[in-house]
């Protein structure tokens, strides 16, 4: 079983790692809804904010 690490701790590598990445705000991408259209190879996904705060990704 791998350690667990506090939670800070991993707070600082995941922003360490996101900063190598695209960053997208997820409230921008919907202009301020909760909802978004996404385009990948002519699909369409649904982007949807729900009202606990979370993402879901839909096709």
Do not use: C, F, W
């Not at 800070?8 to 900063?19: G, M, N």
């Amino acid at each position: 079983m791998g350690t667990v690490m506090p939670i800070e701790r991993s707070r600082e590598q995941a922003l360490r790692v996101a900063s190598e990445l695209p960053v997208h705000d997820a409230t921008e991408l919907t202009n301020g809804g909760g909802l978004a259209h996404i385009v990948l190879k002519e699909q369409v996904y649904t982007l949807r904010i729900t009202r606990a705060g979370k993402l879901i990704l839909t096709k």
